[in-house]
């Protein structure tokens, strides 16, 4: 690793620190009843909201891969950046327009917060995995653990922000407004640190969606693999967006936020012992084991609603289910497809969003129960994808080799 990329790449991870709060606000209870009270909605109506994140991702992300490969990593993040403050200044816009148009907005915000994802995702995984080039699965992971310190202290920032508008309505607007400046900071910083791409540049002409997909041969490990963006994020998306609910609902209990934290303190752990093992332990193994362990520990919150499990059940997801799966999933397509490492973290992306919204989408009309049972149907999907991989990898491998 060149040591001149270091700024670079903290502020690639600074960039998902500022995620780690745009993708899981929507899903905190206190965010849902403020909202929902500012645009006269139900509260489980917020999580079509963060369905609309999923969708825009879907529309980017055909066309964001190709982009950061063709003129390089750079661009692709400076205009995430910049869509990401968009969305986060406009959910506060959104806010203060109330029943009239508000929750209108908010969905559209939440597209262009969904296309700045799809930008990111497809400019910085493939550059920190350039600059940190000896260990690429650690780099991708590295995300994870920016996003999940953030997620962590979301309690907090929540409660250091929340403020009581003039008609006496609880709004986290602050929050928003900050975190949507931090991205323009960001934004400008970026555009002065250097990139391994760019520094390289006068490569070879790289090819576009449509002539990368014609030259590269997928077998159905390599799809199975690239499948399990969907089922992997549908596990943490829904506990995530709907597990507080399922907590208040069947459990009783009155403010589940502290789920958050134990969810939180499982995903910086998960990613802190993952990146240790995965020096031991082939990365491929973990995108069957860590659903397992999921997929049980859903079915017994499920049987066994209480806050003590509901607790235990936010740290194990958080271990299992967001400690670094997609991250890991992401990073061993990369190794499939070494030329094409933008266009396929697209398509794990583009499975990812896909997930995201449609299940989401369902989600909002379902019951918390419902929501739960889907989860676990889900999960158990993942688990059948994941021993097909393992199964079939050595084979994968050696395919990967005649690609390259």
Not at 84 to 106: D, H, M, R
Request: charged share 10%.
């Amino acid at each position: 690793m060149n040591k001149k990329y270091l700024p670079s790449a903290l502020v690639l991870y600074l960039n998902y620190f500022i995620h780690g709060v745009g993708c899981s606000v929507l899903g905190q209870a206190v965010i849902k009843s403020a909202l929902a009270a500012s645009w006269g909605v139900e509260e489980m109506a917020i999580t079509a909201i963060s369905a609309a994140l999923g969708l825009g991702r879907l529309i980017a992300l055909p066309f964001a891969g190709p982009l950061s490969d063709k003129l390089g990593r750079r661009v692709s993040v400076m205009i995430g950046s910049a869509s990401y403050a968009i969305y986060l200044i406009g959910l506060a816009f959104a806010f203060n327009l109330g029943p009239n148009g508000g929750y209108q907005v908010a969905y559209i915000c939440a597209i262009v917060g969904g296309l700045a994802n799809s930008f990111l995702d497809t400019g910085i995984y493939p550059a920190v995995a350039e600059i940190i080039y000896s260990a690429p699965g650690v780099a991708t992971m590295g995300i994870k653990f920016f996003i999940a310190i953030s997620q962590m202290l979301l309690p907090f920032f929540l409660g250091v922000t929340v403020t009581t508008t003039a008609a006496g309505m609880t709004s986290y607007n602050p929050l928003f407004y900050i975190c949507g400046v931090a991205y323009i900071i960001l934004l400008a910083l970026i555009i002065i640190f250097p990139l391994p791409d760019t520094d390289k540049g006068g490569g070879a002409k790289k090819e576009g969606l449509i002539e990368s997909l014609k030259h590269t041969r997928f077998s159905l490990g390599s799809i199975a693999m690239i499948l399990i963006g969907f089922t992997c994020t549908g596990t943490f998306q829904l506990w995530l967006n709907c597990a507080q609910n399922y907590a208040r609902s069947v459990v009783g209990w009155e403010n589940p936020s502290i789920m958050q934290s134990f969810y939180s303190i499982g995903t910086i752990l998960a990613l802190i012992v993952t990146a240790f093992l995965t020096r031991k332990i082939k990365d491929v193994r973990f995108i069957v084991a860590y659903p397992v362990i999921c997929l049980v520990t859903l079915i017994i919150v499920l049987l066994i609603p209480s806050q003590a499990l509901c607790m235990a059940g936010a740290f194990i997801v958080g271990w299992a289910g967001a400690g670094g799966l997609l991250q890991i999933a992401t990073s061993v397509c990369n190794m499939l497809f070494p030329k094409i490492k933008g266009t396929v973290t697209a398509l794990v992306m583009i499975a990812s969003s896909l997930c995201n919204y449609t299940i989401l989408t369902a989600a909002s009309s379902m019951t918390p129960s419902g929501v739960m049972v889907m989860n676990i149907i889900l999960t158990g999907i993942g688990v059948a994808l994941g021993l097909f991989v393992n199964f079939n990898y050595n084979k994968m491998l050696q395919d990967a080799e005649v690609q390259a």
